[in-house]
T-cell receptor, first 115, second 111 residues
Framework: DSGVTQTPKHLITATGQRVTLRCSPRSGDLSVYWYQQSLDQGLQFLIQYYNGEERAKGNILERFSAQQFPDLHSELNLSSLELGDSALYFC??????????????FGPGTRLTVT | DAKTTQPTSMDCAEGRAANLPCNHSTISGNEYVYWYRQIHSQGPQYIIHGLKNNETNEMASLIITEDRKSSTLILPHATLRDTAVYYCIVRVATGGFKTIFGAGTRLFVKA
């Protein structure tokens, strides 16, 4: 158990819909990362938040958005869903304390299926 | 962030050491080498990281060459449960930098 929780575990929705994925980081971790992993594909970095502020951006579509709240949990919003958005979405957290070496701990993921 | 090159797949006999290589010839002086693994569709699991010295923890050892252009992850006594995709990543330790996962090495541990 990494200490990172994600809800829901599974989500099935239709094209054109909007969903919200939630992530709670490990206690004390200030950074949250979102990744997308399509079937048989590698992990694609989407976005990083640090203490409520966006810190790094990857290949995140304009239809996707994220935020990190004052209690440090994060939400990834996916809108106007397409079949190609079906994937595993992982959240990770790290301390990002600037102390040298900053490992990320991943949650179990949310499996999104768009039909 | 620097790119890494890893073999697509490797086999290892159960109980033997698994040595997984990674090339990162364009690594910068402030970039760390991290190793993660992903078992089936579970969330990736952090294994170990290092800057320039060799590192060891309860899971594995990390050997980084003196010029830092390559590294090797060593699982000393591989078990069937170590069958997974292993990712080598180089990244500045903290701050706003993308984390780039490549295709990784698919390690098959065989009985």
């Amino acid at each position: 158990d990494s200490g990172v929780t994600q809800t829901p575990k599974h989500l099935i929705t239709a094209t054109g819909q909007r969903v919200t994925l939630r992530c709670s980081p490990r206690s004390g971790d200030l950074s949250v990362y979102w990744y997308q992993q399509s079937l048989d594909q590698g992990l694609q970095f989407l976005i990083q938040y640090y203490n409520g502020e966006e810190r790094a951006k990857g290949n995140i579509l304009e239809r996707f958005s994220a935020q990190q709240f004052p209690d440090l949990h994060s939400e990834l919003n996916l809108s106007s869903l397409e079949l190609g958005d079906s994937a595993l979405y992982f959240c990770a957290s790290s301390a990002d304390a600037g102390t040298g070496g900053d490992e990320q701990y991943f949650g179990p993921g949310t499996r999104l299926t768009v039909t | 962030d620097a790119k890494t090159t890893q073999p697509t797949s490797m086999d290892c006999a159960e109980g033997r050491a698994a040595n997984l290589p990674c090339n990162h010839s364009t690594i910068s002086g402030n970039e760390y080498v991290y190793w993660y693994r992903q078992i089936h569709s579970q969330g990736p699991q952090y294994i170990i990281h290092g800057l320039k010295n060799n590192e060891t923890n309860e899971m594995a050892s990390l050997i980084i060459t003196e010029d830092r252009k390559s590294s090797t992850l060593i699982l000393p006594h591989a078990t069937l449960r170590d069958t997974a995709v292993y990712y080598c990543i180089v990244r500045v330790a903290t701050g706003g930098f993308k984390t780039i996962f490549g295709a990784g090495t698919r390690l098959f541990v065989k009985a």
